[in-house]
Every structure is written in C-alpha cells, then in structure tokens.
C-alpha cells in the first residue's frame, strides 16, 4: 500500500492542519498565481478533465479539495448538474469560492463544505461523478483520500482527475526541475507573501505518483478501468476511472 510522504510547510502540527493553515494564508492570491504560474494553461487542462465527463451527464458531482472553487464552476458550466458539492479543508479558500458563485448566480446548483477528504461525511453511493483538480497531493493519506472518493461515487459513477506531475523526457523534465526549484518558489513567495506554500507545492509534485503507479493505487482503491492521459509534455496527468 502507497503511504504518501509526509511534508510538513510549518514546524508544528499534523499534515491536515498545516495544509489547512498553508491554503488559508494564500487564499487571497491563489487565483492569480496559479493562472500566472501556469501562463493560464490550466484552465485549458480543467476543461479537459471536464470532457471526460460529458458522455455520462452526471447530475450529483462532488469536487474534492475543491479550493476557490474554479473546477467546480467549470464542471457545472460544462456539465449542468442539479447539485453540485465542493468540499475542501480550508474555509479561507472556499469563502473566495462562495463570492465567486454568488457573482454567478450559480449558489443554486454549487455549495461548498469543509470536509476531512480522507474521512467524508457523505453516504455510500451518494454522487453520480467527483473530481479532483490538483489537491489530491495534499492528502496526508492518498489511499484513504481515494478509497473515501470511491465509497461515496454511485455503482458505475465516474472520477475524474487532473493533476500537476514531474516530465519524464528529456528536456522538459530537465527545465521543469529549473523552473519548480527557482521561478516557482520566488514567483510565489513575492506574490502571496508566504514564505513556505510554493517550496512545498514543487516537493508534493516531485514525491506524488504518477502514471502507471497512480493507475494501480486506483486500483487498489477500488476503482476500475483506470487509465492516465499526460498533458503539455506530463507537466500535468489527466486521470479517469470508474466504480
């Protein structure tokens, strides 16, 4: 069984609350960094996860680790879901999510709960699809994460996956490494002002599985039919699996 590494941005406390504390300090700026970090290629790859969806309709989707909520408005702009839950740890991160919907006029469909990921509060077999845009890297378990994520998903529901990961061909592995260790850790500790959040997301990219293991710890979880799409030269994976 897959034990995630432990990472810890802060000297006290256990893995949950220090990325709890990690995310709230860098609420404010966190849309604007990753847009920029990213030169804006990630929406492009939220809507590509978004696709995999759009054959099965779903009508109850969960978004987990769901932050300031850019996924879920785009799964329900997308998908047209009847409810649509967005469960994340940080409470700062969801209330710029909850201004975002209500800008929309979307708190009909879309509502935020703040959520243990590796310990949910929803029944089995409540949601027709859940997804998960780059979060489930900071599960300080990533096995129960996603076997949480399978027992709540329907009897041949669907989960969808997009994640930030490490290249694995010459150069772009090369120059990713440059820019994850240099850009990326100054670039953010300029804008967000905290000193730790941008060291840390480039150590959960480089230590989080990828590929081939992701698909068997999916596996393992409980999923089905589980396969992986790398996107921009494997700066990003798409996963798709079924329950």
Known sequence: MYQQETINPYQEGDKATQVEQMFDNIAPTYDTLNHRLSW???????????????PFAPKVMLDIATGTGDFAIMAAEMLQPQELIGA?????????????????????IIRFEKED??????????????????????????????????????KGGHLSIVELTTPVSFPMRQLFYIYAHTVLPV???????????????????????????M?????????????????????????????
């Open 117 to 154: 990921c590796t310990s949910l509060s929803y029944p089995d077999n409540t949601f027709d699809a859940v997804t998960a845009a780059f979060g489930i890297r900071n599960f300080a378990n990533l096995d129960k994460g996603l076997s949480e994520m399978c027992r709540v998903l329907k």
């Open 215 to 243: 698909v068997s710890i999916l596996n393992k979880a409980g999923f089905e039919k589980a396969s992986f799409k790398r996107l921009t030269f494997g700066i990003c994976t798409m996963y798709f699996a079924t329950k």
């Open 88 to 108: 994340d740890i940080s409470e700062g991160m969801m209330e710029i999510g909850r201004k975002k919907v209500r800008e929309r006029g979307m708190d009909n």
């Open 187 to 213: 670039y953010g500790r300029l804008i967000s002002k905290d000193t730790s959040a941008y060291s840390y997301l480039t150590k959960t990219i480089e230590a989080f599985p990828q590929g081939e293991r």
């Open 40 to 54: 804006d290629i990630d929406r492009g790859w939220r809507k590509k996860a978004i696709r995999q969806l759009l």
